[in-house]
């Protein structure tokens, strides 16, 4: 986000329907149910379809199978249930009539299919085995349409279910057009999948006369989306799921079973498909009699994972694409990140989409490195194998909790063995070694479910096991101790764990023979210097970061020795994060542009086309490099490579692909475009910078990532800032008040010191024009609080550059509010705040905010003179604003530029007056024309008005010295001008005051 001087700035919902419940009545299907005794058995039927032997387009392999494998548990779930397999138009057709004819006196009717199935102008068409092309001319008659069974159907029996493994993509020729019947109009075919099914319509919406309790229809996939065959000789992947899970009837509503099938197909194809359910059932429904649940371990597991599947379901799109990017970048299975999730506590899992990449990319790396140490474990212990086995199987269904108790089984089955250890010693060594490596397979689990404490404590137990038998294992477990304790402390922001990480690292350098400088020196000391950085960030002294960029930089001495290029950009990326963070916090811009060095290394190493989302992320921090440049180099260079470096990085960070990194991207691109804008007086790019933070809203929900949202706000609120420079109304600053206000609903002190600080400040910017604007002294009171609450986390001891900062906009504030209440005391406030500014602004480190202030304090002294009438307060304020104007360039800032010539010749107009003298009206007049340069009568009125009567003024002036009649007329004619500028602007409160001027100048040049 970015903090202002003055005006200078810096989920879809789930497609998968809830099969929610209005009213507790039940549906009871079966025998056997554990009900009360009044409630009665009802009948089901069932009809399941499987298509393989297609004779004229692609056969499928699975239907067949995914057929006899759904007859057999709907006849174990209590349905009178009746298979066909590979059914030409005429057979199905009668297999449908005779299934609806049969249906007739039963309670639940059931379809499945399986096989071919396409979607053409709003109907869903079942797919023979006979079909061909030719079957599109009269597809009513010669393929199956989906509504007309659903409708007889709902004629026979109180509830349907119909559930279509159908989806897979098109088997007809590319263009080939539907026509239901042969004198009907055409229909392309949908381009995969089917949709949402006609007859199936909201509870809402269904007449109280209709006797039928509602329609379930389940499709494999989304609509329009194609579904997966599976492996030949299988079940397809919802069939597959719904085997699995429809035995959790028994005691779980359909709802929450089609939920656990949705989300179970979703991580088995790895998020490629996901079922999608269309219900309008007006009571929960329950079957009664269920297969054999699994008992044992695979009953613990199962339990957990069904848990787990409505936990998935329960979680926003956004924060899905970042569990599937990372397990797709560090290659670890999608369930078992979900796992972690659900592990974690859907209540603490991280707001922000940065906290949360850190827990995944963290989890990821441990996931990782617990299936790597499987061959490590070696035990003649049968008991101990079993267990392991059904932790490695838990924590790959994404049962972390059930993982966790087998291996704290396998400890205690470690631990009760222990004594009996001494018989030998290759045997005591396998023991060791074997026990070492279940407390470290424990470590892990209790690492994914978030206690690093314990894990830490179990990898220093398997250190001290193997540390005399094998050097890589204990090199392993004490690297991974002090991995555990980094993150314990990043956690907890407990100083001493991380202090304790430190040493970890450095008892692994003594394992180095000789203290060589290799490969493994310099990881550990570059995971080491990470530790340092996380320390050093908390401080706020800057040695600890320092140490961390001396560390960094030796390791890329051996990496780049080593030719190991993955570790070099990793160590050359740690580099320029930490002389940023180091950067941000000097005035001297040497750090930042080592940092902009660092990260343009880094993208040399990691090339776009091997690594795309890592060249991404490279890109997005060579952006955040060079706008902390832009605010110590004044020059708009800076910022628009900036520019470029966020546009290759949304390149690849697309929203569908990754729509967290993306929505971030454009906020970090709003912010450059922004400071853009202002230098370059371009309203299109400050309205760009508008349209990519309401883009990046669109992600950062306030639901989902309230502190991204909040963030967004506030820079919304600035680009808004920025909008309003170019239009005079207050309706751009009432809104960008807003959104600042909502950023401090979750910005507060206590627990965001400097967002709320950065809130507050921009807030008084705002408050400053308002009260400008509408000459309300209560709002520039309200700007002068503003400032002064910033300036309770602004010290200047930690945060000179931000306490100059909010000194600098309190003058502006106190300048205005002297004009509006005619205080001129508010003036030499305003002179001691400017002056404050500069003792931290300097113009060989802070050019742009040293001019800035050196504009300010001319502008004060300024007015300060109208009250005082001393020609040396003029003199000051002349001499201050010539100095600023040495870096406001007309190139380099526009409007500022204008502004401090502005102000020169306004002084040199009141000095002469002061002297009685023209000898300065030339020179204001060229200042006065100068700033029409910039202050044109199209993009600037209001200013060009401005300007126009100031030059009325010098020409009036030199009348009034005795240069004569064409004085009175230029005179005359600039005001006139004035009037015409400020009527077109819509700001009419100084034309009275230009009507006397013209009026008075009249009247002495008729007496000349």
Not at 238 to 253: I, Q
Not at 270 to 277: E, F, G, L, N, T
Not at 376 to 393: G, N, Q
Not at 970 to 976: C, G, Q, Y
Request: net charge negative; glycine share 6%.
């Amino acid at each position: 986000m970015k903090r202002q001087m003055a005006f200078v700035g810096t989920w879809n919902g789930n497609l998968v329907r809830r099969l929610a419940a209005l009213v507790a009545a039940l549906l009871c299907l079966g025998i056997g149910m554990a009900q009360a005794a009044e409630t009665k058995n009802l009948k089901g039927v069932a009809l399941i379809i499987g298509q393989s032997k297609y004779e004229h387009i692609a056969p499928l392999p699975n239907p067949a199978n995914d057929a006899r494998d759904m007859a057999k548990m709907l006849t174990d779930l209590g349905f009178d249930a009746r298979s066909v397999t590979d059914r030409d138009a005429a057979k199905l057709k009668r297999d449908l009539e005779r299934f609806t004819e049969d249906a007739e006196g039963a309670d639940v009717a059931f379809i499945y299919y399986s096989g071919h199935g396409i979607e053409a102008g709003g109907e869903n068409y079942l797919v023979p085995v006979d079909a061909d092309v030719s079957s599109l001319r009269d597809a009513d008659k010669a393929l199956v349409p989906i509504s007309a069974v659903m409708d007889a159907l709902k004629t026979t029996v109180p509830v349907t279910i119909v559930l279509l493994d159908a989806c897979r993509t098109n088997p007809f020729p590319a263009g080939a057009a539907v026509r239901h019947a042969p004198t009907a109009s055409a229909s392309p075919i949908g381009a995969g999948g089917l949709e949402p099914v006609r007859g199936a319509k909201a509870l809402g919406n269904a007449p109280a006369t209709d006797a039928s309790l509602g329609t379930v229809v389940g499709f494999a996939a989304e609509p329009g989306r194609p579904a997966l065959d599976g492996a030949a000789g299988e079940n397809s992947p919802y069939a597959a799921a719904l085997l699995r899970h429809l035995a959790a009837m028994k005691g779980t509503e359909f709802g929450s079973v089609m939920r656990m099938v949705t989300e179970e197909v979703y991580l088995d194809t790895k998020a490629k498909q996901r079922p999608w359910v269309n219900e309008s059932l007006r009571r929960l429904l329950y079957f009664g009699v269920a297969p054999a649940e699994p008992t044992g371990d695979d009953g613990l597991i199962t339990g957990e994972r069904r848990q787990l599947l409505l936990t998935i379901s329960e979680l926003p799109d956004p924060k899905r694409a970042q569990v599937e990017l990372a397990s797709l970048q560090e290659g670890v299975p999608l369930d078992a990140l979900y796992g972690v999730l659900k592990a974690l506590g859907t209540e603490k899992i991280p707001e922000d989409p940065t906290d949360l990449q850190k827990v995944l990319d963290a989890q990821a790396e441990r996931l990782k490195k617990m299936m790597s140490e499987r061959a490590a474990l070696r035990t003649d212990d049968p008991e101990i194998k079993r267990l392991v086995a059904s932790a490695d199987k838990a924590i790959g269904q994404g049962a972390i909790v059930t993982a966790r108790k087998f291996l704290d089984d396998a400890v205690g089955r470690v631990e009760q063995t222990n004594d009996a250890v001494d018989e030998a010693e290759d045997l005591v060594k396998q023991k060791r070694l074997a026990d070492a490596a279940i407390y470290a397979r424990r470590a892990g689990a209790s690492a994914l479910v978030f206690d690093y404490k314990s894990a830490a404590g179990d990898y220093a137990k398997a250190f001290s096991l193997a540390e005399k038998w094998d050097d890589k294992l204990r090199w392993n477990y004490k690297n991974q101790e002090a991995e555990a304790l980094n993150a314990y402390g990043y956690a907890t922001g407990d100083l001493d764990a991380l202090q304790h990480s430190i040493e970890a690292y450095r008892i692994i350098l003594n394992f180095i023979p000789n203290g060589e400088q290799n490969r493994d020196w310099a990881i550990t000391r570059n995971n080491m210097a990470v530790v340092l950085q996380t320390i050093g960030e908390r401080e706020t002294e800057t040695a600890r970061l320092e140490e961390a960029a001396r560390i960094f930089r030796d390791s890329l001495v051996v990496f780049e020795r080593e030719k190991d290029d993955l570790n070099w950009a990793a160590a050359q990326n740690n580099l320029a994060n930490v002389l940023l963070k180091i950067g941000e916090r000097e005035s001297d811009p040497k750090r930042l542009n080592e940092a902009v060095v660092a990260m343009r290394a880094t993208l040399e190493k990691r090339p776009r086309d091997k690594v795309p989302l890592d060249w991404a992320a490279s890109q997005n921090n060579l952006g955040l490099a060079l706008y902390a440049l832009s605010e110590r180099e004044p020059t708009s260079e800076h910022l628009m490579q900036a520019e470029a470096a966020y546009r290759l990085a949304l390149e690849e960070y697309t929203r569908k692909k990754a729509p967290v990194e993306w929505a971030m991207v454009e906020n970090n691109l709003g912010n450059t475009l922004v400071s853009l804008g202002i230098q370059l007086n371009a309203k299109e790019k400050i309205n760009k910078a508008a349209d990519a933070f309401r883009a990046a809203l669109e992600v950062r929900t306030r639901e989902t990532f309230p502190v991204s949202w909040a963030t967004s706000r506030l820079n919304l609120g600035n680009a808004l800032s920025g909008v309003a420079r170019f239009d005079m109304g207050t309706g751009a600053l009432e809104e960008a008040a807003a959104a600042y206000d909502d950023a401090l609903t979750v910005f507060t002190r206590q627990r965001f010191p400097m967002d709320w600080a950065s809130a507050q400040n921009n807030l008084g910017s705002i408050y400053q024009t308002l009260g400008q604007r509408t000459r309300d002294a209560a709002k520039l009171e309200q700007s002068v609080s503003a400032f002064r609450a910033a300036r309770h986390v602004y010290v200047r001891r930690k945060f000179p550059l931000d306490w100059a900062m909010s000194h600098y906009n309190l003058g502006n504030t106190l300048q205005l509010l002297a004009g509006v209440t005619d205080k001129p005391e508010h003036y030499g406030e305003a002179i001691a705040a400017y002056r404050d500014a500069l003792r931290e602004y300097k113009r060989e480190t802070n050019p742009r905010q040293w001019a800035l202030s050196e504009a300010g304090l001319g502008s004060a002294l300024h007015w300060l003179s109208m009250s005082d009438a001393n020609p040396k307060t003029l003199q000051d304020s002349i001499a201050a604003r010539r100095a600023a104007l040495e870096v406001l360039t007309i190139e380099a800032a526009p409007i500022d530029w204008a502004n401090a010539q502005n102000g020169i010749g306004l002084s040199l107009l009141n000095l002469g007056n002061l002297e009685r003298t023209d000898k300065y009206l030339d020179d204001a007049e060229a200042a006065f024309t100068a700033t029409l340069k910039v202050f044109t009568r199209e993009s600037q009125p209001l200013q060009w008005a401005f300007e126009q009567n100031n030059l009325g003024d010098v020409h009036w002036n030199h009348a009034s010295y005795g240069a004569g009649r064409l004085e009175y007329l230029k005179a005359i004619e600039f005001f006139e001008s004035a009037k015409r500028g400020f009527t077109e602007a819509g700001y009419t409160m100084p034309i009275p005051l230009t009507d006397q001027k013209i009026d008075l100048a009249k009247k002495q040049m008729a007496k000349k």
